[in-house]
């Protein structure tokens, strides 16, 4: 087991990538607090994580609440190892049609949380833990009407590095996982029925290099790695899990005639 006696905190830890993430961890031998704003989904991931997870009710905004979150997690399974912070939103920020509400509620939850949420759990780090940070293909893509968006998951790798400089005396790693699009509920907005997914699914795989979206597990697997001892001496990266959408953008399926 990869994560044997290892403890972690998952933040958005009740759906999408952060409980793909949770049932590998608890597969690989670590104890992991979850959170999350939705108390029905919460526990039925903890119902199907078993009693090596803990759920916690937190909105990831609510910085006194992450904090009393990460303080009961670790009275409940020690110090820890392994910090995700997963929790984020979408949101379209097109220019003309902006509020400053829906802009500032981007920002809020994707970028300001995840620093409070690691600065949160600073105290209760042990030394040699790692850090992974949800980012993202947008931060670079240039996707029209995702500006606060992609503002939020550049500024999360930017602060990925800073974080890394500060934490490197007590051998703390920082790193960032970017997926492309993926099979998450992130979509139920935009795509909320089948066939709606299906068209959406079928359009944006043809911009993908290996011609289909990413699956939650994909993306679980590299943030196992991260976790890992396996990424012992990996500091500071960010690794797309974009199936070559940053990397190879020629080569997706639209430009093969």
Same mark, same amino acid.
């Given at each position: 087991?990869?994560? #044997?006696?290892?403890?972690?905190?998952?933040?958005?830890?009740?759906?999408?990538?952060g409980l793909a993430t949770a049932r590998l961890f608890v597969k690989e031998? #670590?104890? /992991?607090? @979850?959170?999350?704003?939705?108390? #029905?989904?919460?526990?039925?991931?903890?119902?199907?994580?078993?009693?090596?997870?803990?759920?916690?009710?937190? &909105?990831?905004?609510?910085? $006194?609440?992450? &904090?009393?979150? @990460?303080?009961?997690?670790?009275?409940?399974?020690?110090?820890?190892? @392994?910090?995700?912070?997963?929790?984020?939103i979408p949101g379209n920020t097109p220019i003309g049609s902006t509020t400053?509400? #829906?802009?500032? %509620?981007?920002?809020?939850?994707?970028?300001?949380?995840?620093?409070?949420?690691?600065? %949160?759990?600073?105290?209760?780090?042990?030394? !040699?833990?790692?850090?992974?940070?949800? !980012?993202?293909?947008? %931060? /670079?893509? *240039?996707?029209?009407?995702?500006?606060?968006?992609? =503002?939020?998951?550049?500024?999360?790798?930017?602060? =990925?590095? /800073?974080?890394?400089?500060?934490?490197? +005396?007590?051998?703390?790693?920082?790193?960032?996982?970017?997926? !492309?699009?993926?099979?998450?509920?992130?979509?139920?907005?935009?795509?909320?029925? +089948?066939?709606?997914?299906?068209?959406? &699914?079928?359009?944006?795989?043809?911009?993908?290099?290996? *011609?289909?979206?990413?699956?939650?597990?994909?993306?679980?697997?590299? /943030?196992?790695?991260?976790?890992? &001892?396996? $990424?012992?001496?990996?500091?500071?990266?960010?690794?797309?899990?974009?199936?070559?959408?940053?990397?190879?953008?020629?080569?997706?399926? @639209?430009?093969? *005639?």
């Amino acid at each position: 087991m990869r994560l #044997a006696n290892k403890t972690a905190l998952i933040t958005g830890g009740n759906s999408g990538i952060g409980l793909a993430t949770a049932r590998l961890f608890v597969k690989e031998g #670590a104890k /992991v607090t @979850i959170t999350g704003r939705n108390q #029905a989904t919460l526990e039925a991931a903890a119902k199907e994580l078993g009693p090596n997870a803990f759920a916690v009710v937190a &909105d990831a905004t609510d910085v $006194a609440a992450t &904090d009393a979150a @990460i303080k009961r997690g670790v009275e409940k399974f020690g110090k820890l190892d @392994i910090v995700f912070a997963n929790a984020g939103i979408p949101g379209n920020t097109p220019i003309g049609s902006t509020t400053l509400a #829906a802009f500032e %509620s981007v920002i809020r939850t994707n970028i300001t949380s995840v620093f409070f949420t690691v600065q %949160s759990a600073a105290p209760y780090l042990n030394d !040699g833990a790692s850090i992974i940070l949800n !980012g993202s293909v947008i %931060s /670079v893509l *240039g996707n029209p009407g995702y500006a606060a968006y992609a =503002a939020s998951k550049a500024g999360v790798r930017a602060m =990925a590095r /800073v974080m890394a400089s500060e934490l490197s +005396p007590r051998s703390i790693r920082v790193n960032v996982v970017s997926p !492309g699009a993926a099979r998450t509920p992130i979509w139920n907005g935009a795509a909320p029925t +089948p066939e709606a997914f299906a068209a959406l &699914d079928k359009r944006i795989s043809r911009s993908i290099p290996l *011609g289909r979206l990413g699956e939650a597990d994909e993306i679980a697997k590299t /943030v196992l790695f991260l976790a890992s &001892d396996d $990424a012992s001496n990996v500091q500071s990266a960010e690794i797309f899990v974009d199936g070559g959408s940053t990397g190879s953008p020629a080569g997706a399926p @639209i430009y093969r *005639g």
